[in-house]
């Protein structure tokens, strides 16, 4: 687990903004773990100084971690907020990703711990959590989030939405999946879904990719090859452009269905017959039915 203060070093903050919000961090950290009942002294964890590292046993249920600890954390996110100025007040995001973690003569060595910080600073995630205000952004790697979060209603998985985690030139990318948790509207605190609020602005088409390929029955090449054959209008996939690249086919096929009347609603249905409902396919549903009224191309 690697967690971060957003906008740790804004200007604006004053030495006393900052040794508040240093000691708001430790606190809801300290809180949100004895109330998950994480026991905190079991943990290895070290001040980054703008945020912490924290290396659970590997006993601790994983799915506590996605299902509880991140309501658990707005929680006390908000209580500090509610209490101190606007430069005092705490948002933070949140990195989990499981792997191994080795001894080393002057500390831990870990792949996994450096993939964990690499998602932390994912820059999608950071706009997103800018964008909504949001008090707590978690961010769960693929490993994580196929192996436990959409294995547990209880964590929510359909809130969740796939990103790219590639932050540095030349890097092989990655994903991961974001949850935003306390994000603003109009004033007042709001539970964030995870596409709704967006689609009707510019990034419409790239959160309908994320969101069809979210969906197993999509992102495999073989049930996809099926959906084309179920798809109920052969007019429309007839002519999706076939490409190797996973991405890239499921890229043409949504490009395809948006440029012709009701084709995305189409593209639902011959989903929901391979994969009747499941987080992914209500998420999925939520894009489509707030697809803009007109689309961009």
Same mark, same amino acid.
């Given at each position: ?18 040794? #508040?919000?240093? #000691? ?21 964890? =070290? ?6 590292? !924290? ?43 499981? %792997? #191994? ?31 909504? =205000? ?21 964590? #929510? ?24 948790? %306390? ?5 007042? !605190? ?52 076939y490409h190797a690249e996973d991405r890239l086919h499921v890229i ?10 009701? %084709? ?34």
């Amino acid at each position: 687990m690697a967690v971060d203060v957003a906008g740790y070093n804004n200007p604006s903050r004053t030495m006393a903004h900052l040794r #508040e919000v240093h #000691e708001g961090l430790w606190r809801v950290l300290r809180t949100s773990f004895a109330e998950t009942g994480i026991p905190w002294d079991s943990c290895f964890v =070290e001040n980054t100084g703008d945020g912490a590292m !924290i290396l659970l046993p590997p006993d601790i249920a994983k799915a506590d971690l996605v299902a509880e600890f991140p309501g658990r954390m707005r929680d006390e996110l908000r209580r500090h907020n509610h209490l101190h100025a606007p430069g005092a007040q705490v948002q933070l995001r949140l990195a989990v990703h499981a %792997g #191994e973690v080795a001894e080393g003569s002057h500390g831990r060595i870990s792949k996994a711990v450096s993939f964990t910080f690499r998602i932390l600073d994912a820059p999608e995630a950071k706009a997103v959590q800018k964008e909504a =205000e949001a008090d707590l952004a978690v961010i769960a790697s693929e490993l994580l989030y196929e192996d436990v979060v959409r294995e547990d209603p209880a964590a #929510e998985p359909a809130s969740y939405r796939r990103i790219s985690v590639k932050v540095k030139p030349g890097e092989t990318p990655a994903w991961a999946w974001l949850r935003v948790l %306390g994000a603003v509207t109009n004033g007042g !605190i709001v539970a964030t879904p995870a596409f709704a609020p967006a689609v009707a602005r510019r990034d419409a088409f790239p959160l309908l990719v994320e969101a069809l390929l979210a969906v197993p029955c999509v992102r495999k090449a073989e049930s996809r090859r099926l959906l084309l054959e179920l798809f109920p209008r052969r007019e429309i996939a007839d002519v999706v452009p076939y490409h190797a690249e996973d991405r890239l086919h499921v890229i043409a096929l949504a490009r395809t269905c948006q440029r012709f009347a009701d %084709g995305l609603a189409d593209l639902l249905g011959a989903v929901r017959t391979i994969e009747p409902e499941s987080p992914q396919v209500a998420a999925l549903a939520v894009v489509i039915a707030n697809w803009p009224a007109h689309p961009l191309n």
